[in-house]
Nanobody
Framework: QVQLVESGGGLVQPGGSLRLSCAASGFTFSSYAMYWYRQAPGKERTKVARISTTDTVTIYVDSVKGRFTTSRDNAKNTVYLQMSSLKPEDTAVYYC??????????WGQGTQVTVSS
């Protein structure tokens, strides 16, 4: 079955950087675009970024443009979210998503990112 396992979250000071990873299995990773979402406390889950099968990156959240990017390594079946100049408002649980595996696709368990001094 499809598995998505995020890692790399943690506590970081404002202005710091983190790189999240999402290891995928159970489907042909290279054939699908991959997505990153985030959910802040008390808020809805929001789509943050997409990377196509040809490495085209789309950032959906205006406040992270220029600070976040995503990449993929098809040999490792892994997608990454590189986050820099982090702000307290970036605090959220970050999820990767694959549009495969049934209605609504598949989700990882999420990784917590906390930006605080």
């Amino acid at each position: 079955q499809v598995q998505l396992v995020e890692s790399g979250g943690g506590l970081v000071q404002p202005g710091g950087s983190l790189r999240l990873s999402c290891a995928a299995s159970g489907f042909t990773f290279s054939s699908y675009a991959m997505y990153w979402y985030r959910q802040a406390p008390g808020k809805e889950r929001t789509k943050v970024a997409r990377i196509s099968t040809t490495d085209t990156v789309t950032i959906y959240v205006d406040s992270v443009k220029g600070r976040f990017t995503t990449s993929r390594d098809n040999a490792k079946n892994t997608v990454y979210l590189q986050m820099s100049s982090l702000k307290p408002e970036d605090t959220a649980v970050y999820y990767c998503h694959a549009p495969y595996g049934g209605i609504g696709g598949s989700w990882g368990q999420g990784t917590q990112v906390t930006v605080s001094s």
